[in-house]
Protein backbone atom coordinates (compact mmCIF):
# COMPACT_ATOMS: atom_id res chain seq x y z
CA UNK A 1 0.00 0.00 0.00
CA UNK A 2 2.86 2.46 0.74
CA UNK A 3 4.46 1.75 -2.60
CA UNK A 4 0.96 2.60 -4.47
CA UNK A 5 0.57 5.41 -2.10
CA UNK A 6 3.64 6.93 -3.53
CA UNK A 7 2.80 5.96 -6.57
CA UNK A 8 -0.36 8.10 -6.68
CA UNK A 9 1.42 10.67 -5.03
CA UNK A 10 1.06 13.06 -7.56
CA UNK A 11 -2.66 12.78 -7.64
CA UNK A 12 -3.31 12.17 -4.07
CA UNK A 13 -1.48 15.08 -3.01
CA UNK A 14 -3.93 17.18 -5.33
CA UNK A 15 -6.81 15.67 -4.41
CA UNK A 16 -6.87 14.96 -0.83
CA UNK A 17 -5.14 18.30 -0.09
CA UNK A 18 -7.88 19.94 -1.98
CA UNK A 19 -10.70 17.64 -0.41
CA UNK A 20 -9.19 18.24 3.27
CA UNK A 21 -9.09 22.03 2.83
CA UNK A 22 -12.50 22.09 1.46
CA UNK A 23 -14.36 19.69 3.40
CA UNK A 24 -12.13 21.09 6.50
CA UNK A 25 -14.77 23.68 7.08
CA UNK A 26 -17.81 22.21 8.71
CA UNK A 27 -20.27 20.30 7.55
CA UNK A 28 -20.92 20.04 3.88
CA UNK A 29 -22.52 23.24 2.32
CA UNK A 30 -23.61 23.65 -1.37
CA UNK A 31 -20.43 25.38 -2.02
CA UNK A 32 -18.36 23.04 -0.61
CA UNK A 33 -19.56 20.63 -3.09
CA UNK A 34 -19.31 22.86 -5.73
CA UNK A 35 -15.31 22.78 -4.71
CA UNK A 36 -15.29 19.19 -4.89
CA UNK A 37 -16.72 18.86 -8.06
CA UNK A 38 -13.85 21.06 -9.32
CA UNK A 39 -11.22 18.99 -7.59
CA UNK A 40 -12.42 15.62 -9.06
CA UNK A 41 -12.50 17.61 -12.52
CA UNK A 42 -8.82 18.50 -12.12
CA UNK A 43 -7.81 15.23 -11.52
CA UNK A 44 -9.69 13.95 -14.54
CA UNK A 45 -12.31 11.73 -12.92
CA UNK A 46 -14.30 12.82 -15.79
CA UNK A 47 -17.57 14.44 -16.50
CA UNK A 48 -19.74 11.06 -16.11
CA UNK A 49 -18.13 9.74 -12.84
CA UNK A 50 -17.88 13.37 -11.22
CA UNK A 51 -21.90 13.64 -11.75
CA UNK A 52 -22.57 10.49 -10.21
CA UNK A 53 -20.21 11.18 -7.37
CA UNK A 54 -21.29 14.88 -6.31
CA UNK A 55 -24.88 13.41 -7.10
CA UNK A 56 -24.45 10.41 -4.68
CA UNK A 57 -22.99 13.03 -2.21
CA UNK A 58 -25.79 15.45 -2.01
CA UNK A 59 -28.23 12.58 -1.48
CA UNK A 60 -26.50 11.83 1.70
CA UNK A 61 -26.60 15.92 2.52
CA UNK A 62 -30.26 15.18 2.17
CA UNK A 63 -30.09 12.70 4.75
CA UNK A 64 -27.80 14.01 6.93
CA UNK A 65 -25.27 16.99 7.99
CA UNK A 66 -21.91 15.39 6.89
CA UNK A 67 -18.38 16.86 9.00
CA UNK A 68 -15.59 16.40 7.83
CA UNK A 69 -14.51 13.08 8.78
CA UNK A 70 -18.19 11.31 7.78
CA UNK A 71 -17.58 13.69 4.69
CA UNK A 72 -14.87 12.24 4.00
CA UNK A 73 -15.42 8.64 4.77
CA UNK A 74 -19.05 8.41 2.02
CA UNK A 75 -16.53 10.03 -0.71
CA UNK A 76 -14.55 7.09 -0.55
CA UNK A 77 -17.43 4.92 -0.20
CA UNK A 78 -19.00 6.41 -3.18
CA UNK A 79 -15.70 5.95 -5.24
CA UNK A 80 -15.16 2.78 -3.75
CA UNK A 81 -18.41 1.24 -5.14
CA UNK A 82 -18.44 2.93 -8.41
CA UNK A 83 -15.01 0.98 -9.26
CA UNK A 84 -16.63 -1.87 -7.68
CA UNK A 85 -19.35 -1.91 -10.42
CA UNK A 86 -18.00 -3.44 -12.99
CA UNK A 87 -16.67 -6.73 -10.69
CA UNK A 88 -19.68 -6.69 -8.20
CA UNK A 89 -21.38 -9.75 -10.12
CA UNK A 90 -18.32 -11.94 -10.38
CA UNK A 91 -17.32 -14.54 -7.52
CA UNK A 92 -13.84 -13.41 -7.80
CA UNK A 93 -12.92 -9.35 -7.70
CA UNK A 94 -9.28 -9.73 -9.11
CA UNK A 95 -8.62 -11.26 -12.28
CA UNK A 96 -6.47 -14.74 -11.88
CA UNK A 97 -6.08 -16.99 -14.56
CA UNK A 98 -7.85 -20.62 -14.11
CA UNK A 99 -5.02 -23.57 -13.34
CA UNK A 100 -4.48 -26.48 -15.05
CA UNK A 101 -6.77 -25.00 -18.00
CA UNK A 102 -5.44 -22.25 -20.68
CA UNK A 103 -6.11 -18.64 -20.49
CA UNK A 104 -5.26 -16.16 -22.48
CA UNK A 105 -4.79 -12.78 -22.38
CA UNK A 106 -5.23 -10.51 -25.12
CA UNK A 107 -3.24 -7.32 -24.65
CA UNK A 108 -3.95 -4.07 -26.29
CA UNK A 109 -3.42 -0.89 -26.47
CA UNK A 110 -1.65 2.29 -28.62
CA UNK A 111 2.33 2.26 -28.95
CA UNK A 112 3.89 3.74 -26.30
CA UNK A 113 1.13 2.99 -23.69
CA UNK A 114 3.45 0.58 -21.88
CA UNK A 115 2.11 -2.83 -23.28
CA UNK A 116 5.15 -4.48 -23.80
CA UNK A 117 6.50 -3.60 -20.15
CA UNK A 118 3.41 -4.51 -18.91
CA UNK A 119 3.75 -8.15 -20.49
CA UNK A 120 6.75 -8.32 -18.92
CA UNK A 121 5.36 -7.42 -15.25
CA UNK A 122 2.61 -9.76 -15.58
CA UNK A 123 4.43 -12.81 -16.83
CA UNK A 124 7.19 -12.58 -13.67
CA UNK A 125 3.90 -12.39 -11.48
CA UNK A 126 2.31 -15.35 -13.35
CA UNK A 127 5.88 -16.92 -13.03
CA UNK A 128 6.14 -16.60 -9.35
CA UNK A 129 2.90 -17.69 -8.69
CA UNK A 130 4.02 -21.04 -10.55
CA UNK A 131 1.63 -20.34 -13.49
CA UNK A 132 3.28 -21.90 -16.70
CA UNK A 133 3.46 -19.19 -18.99
CA UNK A 134 4.34 -17.85 -22.51
CA UNK A 135 4.00 -14.70 -24.52
CA UNK A 136 2.79 -14.41 -28.77
CA UNK A 137 5.04 -11.41 -29.46
CA UNK A 138 2.47 -10.72 -32.04
CA UNK A 139 3.53 -6.82 -32.94
CA UNK A 140 5.25 -7.85 -36.00
CA UNK A 141 4.69 -4.57 -37.43
CA UNK A 142 7.78 -3.24 -35.16
CA UNK A 143 11.11 -5.19 -35.34
CA UNK A 144 11.75 -3.75 -32.26
CA UNK A 145 8.84 -4.43 -30.59
CA UNK A 146 9.41 -8.52 -30.69
CA UNK A 147 13.18 -7.92 -29.43
CA UNK A 148 12.02 -5.70 -26.59
CA UNK A 149 9.55 -8.71 -25.77
CA UNK A 150 12.22 -10.84 -26.05
CA UNK A 151 14.34 -9.26 -23.22
CA UNK A 152 11.17 -8.38 -20.74
CA UNK A 153 11.01 -12.42 -21.73
CA UNK A 154 14.46 -13.16 -20.48
CA UNK A 155 13.77 -10.96 -17.53
CA UNK A 156 10.63 -12.53 -16.11
CA UNK A 157 11.74 -16.42 -17.54
CA UNK A 158 8.69 -16.66 -19.80
CA UNK A 159 9.63 -18.09 -23.31
CA UNK A 160 8.65 -15.35 -25.76
CA UNK A 161 6.91 -17.08 -29.25
CA UNK A 162 8.28 -15.06 -32.63
CA UNK A 163 8.16 -15.64 -35.66
CA UNK A 164 11.38 -14.67 -37.17
CA UNK A 165 10.85 -12.52 -40.72
CA UNK A 166 9.54 -8.99 -41.82
CA UNK A 167 5.72 -8.85 -42.71
CA UNK A 168 5.09 -11.97 -40.63
CA UNK A 169 1.07 -12.37 -40.23
CA UNK A 170 0.51 -11.69 -36.25
CA UNK A 171 -2.42 -14.02 -36.63
CA UNK A 172 0.21 -16.71 -37.46
CA UNK A 173 2.39 -16.12 -34.70
CA UNK A 174 -0.79 -16.23 -32.36
CA UNK A 175 -1.58 -19.95 -34.13
CA UNK A 176 1.75 -20.93 -33.27
CA UNK A 177 1.92 -20.30 -30.23
CA UNK A 178 -1.71 -21.28 -29.02
CA UNK A 179 -0.27 -24.66 -30.48
CA UNK A 180 3.00 -24.68 -28.05
CA UNK A 181 0.62 -23.90 -25.41
CA UNK A 182 -1.61 -26.62 -26.04
CA UNK A 183 1.42 -28.74 -26.64
CA UNK A 184 2.85 -27.89 -23.48
CA UNK A 185 0.37 -27.50 -20.96
CA UNK A 186 0.61 -23.52 -21.02
CA UNK A 187 -2.09 -22.22 -17.99
CA UNK A 188 -1.59 -18.54 -19.23
CA UNK A 189 -0.63 -17.27 -22.75
CA UNK A 190 -0.05 -13.57 -23.24
CA UNK A 191 -0.53 -12.08 -26.65
CA UNK A 192 1.42 -8.41 -27.00
CA UNK A 193 -0.40 -6.99 -30.20
CA UNK A 194 0.28 -3.95 -32.68
CA UNK A 195 -0.84 -0.35 -31.39
CA UNK A 196 -1.13 1.63 -34.77
CA UNK A 197 -4.19 4.10 -33.68
CA UNK A 198 -3.70 5.89 -37.27
CA UNK A 199 -4.75 2.98 -39.39
CA UNK A 200 -8.09 2.23 -37.74
CA UNK A 201 -9.05 -0.10 -40.45
CA UNK A 202 -6.40 -2.12 -40.33
CA UNK A 203 -5.80 -2.37 -36.60
CA UNK A 204 -9.98 -3.54 -36.07
CA UNK A 205 -9.38 -6.01 -39.23
CA UNK A 206 -5.96 -7.47 -37.13
CA UNK A 207 -7.35 -7.47 -33.71
CA UNK A 208 -10.80 -9.32 -35.28
CA UNK A 209 -8.49 -11.94 -37.15
CA UNK A 210 -6.64 -12.72 -33.92
CA UNK A 211 -9.80 -13.25 -32.11
CA UNK A 212 -10.91 -15.19 -34.58
CA UNK A 213 -7.90 -17.66 -34.62
CA UNK A 214 -8.52 -18.01 -30.73
CA UNK A 215 -11.94 -18.84 -31.17
CA UNK A 216 -11.33 -21.27 -33.73
CA UNK A 217 -7.73 -22.56 -32.46
CA UNK A 218 -8.88 -22.88 -28.39
CA UNK A 219 -12.31 -22.82 -28.10
CA UNK A 220 -11.94 -24.00 -24.58
CA UNK A 221 -9.41 -21.24 -23.25
CA UNK A 222 -10.47 -18.85 -21.13
CA UNK A 223 -9.84 -15.39 -22.63
CA UNK A 224 -9.50 -11.36 -21.79
CA UNK A 225 -8.90 -8.64 -23.70
CA UNK A 226 -7.19 -6.36 -21.72
CA UNK A 227 -6.56 -2.61 -23.17
CA UNK A 228 -3.65 -0.93 -21.29
CA UNK A 229 -4.12 2.41 -21.11
CA UNK A 230 -1.53 5.90 -20.38
CA UNK A 231 -2.73 7.16 -17.16
CA UNK A 232 -0.85 10.41 -17.66
CA UNK A 233 -2.85 11.21 -21.06
CA UNK A 234 -5.82 11.69 -18.38
CA UNK A 235 -9.51 11.74 -20.47
CA UNK A 236 -7.71 11.80 -24.06
CA UNK A 237 -6.50 8.49 -23.31
CA UNK A 238 -10.56 7.72 -23.25
CA UNK A 239 -10.81 8.36 -27.21
CA UNK A 240 -8.21 5.76 -27.41
CA UNK A 241 -9.84 3.52 -25.38
CA UNK A 242 -13.45 4.23 -27.76
CA UNK A 243 -11.46 3.15 -30.51
CA UNK A 244 -9.81 -0.45 -29.04
CA UNK A 245 -13.61 -1.28 -27.98
CA UNK A 246 -14.76 -0.75 -31.13
CA UNK A 247 -12.00 -3.07 -32.50
CA UNK A 248 -12.35 -5.71 -29.98
CA UNK A 249 -14.64 -6.85 -27.38
CA UNK A 250 -12.48 -5.61 -24.06
CA UNK A 251 -12.91 -7.30 -20.96
CA UNK A 252 -10.40 -5.08 -18.70
CA UNK A 253 -8.07 -2.55 -18.55
CA UNK A 254 -4.50 -1.76 -17.09
CA UNK A 255 -3.42 1.65 -16.17
CA UNK A 256 0.07 2.45 -16.95
CA UNK A 257 2.00 5.42 -15.35
CA UNK A 258 0.10 6.15 -12.33
CA UNK A 259 3.49 7.31 -10.63
CA UNK A 260 4.05 10.45 -13.35
CA UNK A 261 0.57 12.01 -13.21
CA UNK A 262 -1.49 13.58 -11.12
CA UNK A 263 -4.91 12.34 -13.35
CA UNK A 264 -5.12 9.10 -11.91
CA UNK A 265 -8.50 9.91 -11.49
CA UNK A 266 -8.91 8.67 -15.06
CA UNK A 267 -9.69 5.19 -13.16
CA UNK A 268 -12.59 6.07 -12.01
CA UNK A 269 -13.70 7.85 -15.94
CA UNK A 270 -12.74 4.17 -17.18
CA UNK A 271 -14.98 2.85 -15.53
CA UNK A 272 -17.95 5.12 -15.27
CA UNK A 273 -17.60 5.73 -18.93
CA UNK A 274 -16.96 2.41 -20.24
CA UNK A 275 -17.78 -0.21 -17.73
CA UNK A 276 -14.85 -1.59 -17.56
CA UNK A 277 -12.79 -3.27 -14.92
CA UNK A 278 -9.95 -2.16 -13.76
CA UNK A 279 -7.64 -5.39 -13.60
CA UNK A 280 -3.93 -3.82 -12.98
CA UNK A 281 -2.32 -0.90 -12.40
CA UNK A 282 1.54 -0.07 -13.15
CA UNK A 283 3.20 2.86 -11.15
CA UNK A 284 7.09 2.48 -12.31
CA UNK A 285 9.13 0.91 -15.09
CA UNK A 286 10.48 -2.07 -12.66
CA UNK A 287 9.22 -5.90 -13.06
CA UNK A 288 8.12 -5.39 -10.20
CA UNK A 289 6.05 -2.39 -10.23
CA UNK A 290 2.68 -3.61 -11.10
CA UNK A 291 -0.27 -4.33 -8.69
CA UNK A 292 -3.59 -6.07 -9.34
CA UNK A 293 -6.38 -3.98 -9.02
CA UNK A 294 -7.98 -3.58 -5.91
CA UNK A 295 -10.45 -0.57 -5.58
CA UNK A 296 -10.08 -0.15 -1.62
CA UNK A 297 -6.25 0.19 -1.77
CA UNK A 298 -6.62 2.48 -4.70
CA UNK A 299 -9.10 4.77 -2.59
CA UNK A 300 -7.00 4.75 0.23
CA UNK A 301 -4.09 5.43 -1.26
CA UNK A 302 -5.70 7.88 -3.19
CA UNK A 303 -7.60 9.49 0.05
CA UNK A 304 -6.07 9.40 3.07
P1 LIG B 1 4.44 -0.19 -25.73
O1 LIG B 1 4.86 0.58 -26.95
O2 LIG B 1 2.98 -0.02 -25.45
O3 LIG B 1 4.86 -1.62 -25.74
O4 LIG B 1 5.15 0.55 -24.49
P2 LIG B 1 6.44 0.14 -23.65
O5 LIG B 1 6.15 -1.02 -22.80
O6 LIG B 1 7.60 0.08 -24.54
O7 LIG B 1 6.54 1.41 -22.68
C1 LIG B 1 6.75 2.72 -23.14
C2 LIG B 1 7.52 3.51 -22.08
O8 LIG B 1 6.72 3.67 -20.91
C3 LIG B 1 8.79 2.82 -21.61
O9 LIG B 1 9.79 3.77 -21.44
C4 LIG B 1 8.40 2.21 -20.27
O10 LIG B 1 9.50 2.08 -19.39
C5 LIG B 1 7.42 3.23 -19.75
N1 LIG B 1 6.45 2.66 -18.79
C6 LIG B 1 5.64 1.59 -18.94
N2 LIG B 1 4.88 1.40 -17.84
C7 LIG B 1 5.22 2.38 -16.95
C8 LIG B 1 4.78 2.73 -15.63
O11 LIG B 1 3.89 2.13 -15.00
N3 LIG B 1 5.40 3.83 -15.06
C9 LIG B 1 6.35 4.55 -15.71
N4 LIG B 1 6.87 5.59 -15.09
N5 LIG B 1 6.77 4.24 -16.94
C10 LIG B 1 6.22 3.18 -17.57
Redesign the pocket.
Known sequence: LQKLRQ?LDKTRRSLINQLRAIVGQGPLNRDAVMEIEAALLQADVGIAATDYIIEALQEKMREEALPPDLAIAYLKRIIGDLLDRPTQELEKPFLVPEKDRLNIWLVT?????????????IAHLAKKSDYKCLIAAA?TF?AA?VE??KV?GQRSGVEVIANPGKNTDPAAVVFDAIAAAQSRGTELLIV?TA?RLQNKKNLMDELSKIRRIINKKAPDAIVESLL?L??TLGQNGLNQAQVFSEAVNLSGAI??????TAKGGIALAVVQQMNLPIRF?????GIE??RPFSSYEFVEALIS
Not at 255 to 260: A, E, F, S
Open positions: GGVNGAGKTTTIGKDRAQMWDGVDALTKLDGIGAGEDL
